[in-house]
Nanobody
Framework: QVQLVESGGGLVQPGGSLRLSCAAS????????MGWYRQAPGKQRELVAV???????RYADSVKGRFTISRDNAKNTVYLQMNSLKPEDTAVYYC?????????WGQGTQVTVSS
């Protein structure tokens, strides 16, 4: 089993920055990719950014150039640096890990962008 613990959400003004962290523990040796998804009220959960086990990065068009995903293999942690935040980035952000045997989700962390 895999456990994902997220941190770093909060309230920020438009144009501000936040960094989310997701620490994974447990059986992650069969990892295919780790990443971040988000879900705004009344909307479906959507991909924000992922990084594969081989280091390939993928971003949603809406966050390209503003968000950066990175990984610290020694700490089994994935980060999401979010810059130039907009009100439409407001959502609950979920960490996700995809493995050969299935996938796991974190509990979610709220990001609110508002003046």
């Amino acid at each position: 089993q895999v456990q994902l613990v997220e941190s770093g959400g909060g309230l920020v003004q438009p144009g501000g920055s936040l960094r989310l962290s997701c620490a994974a523990s447990g059986s992650i040796f069969s990892m295919i990719a780790m990443g971040w998804y988000r879900q705004a009220p009344g909307k479906q959960r959507e991909l924000v950014a992922v990084i594969t086990s081989g280091g390939v990065l993928r971003y949603a068009d809406s966050v390209k150039g503003r968000f950066t995903i990175s990984r610290d293999n020694a700490k089994n942690t994935v980060y999401l640096q979010m810059n130039s935040l907009k009100p439409e980035d407001t959502a609950v952000y979920y960490c996700n890990i995809k493995r050969v045997v299935g996938e796991n989700w974190g509990q979610g962390t709220q990001v609110t962008v508002s003046s």
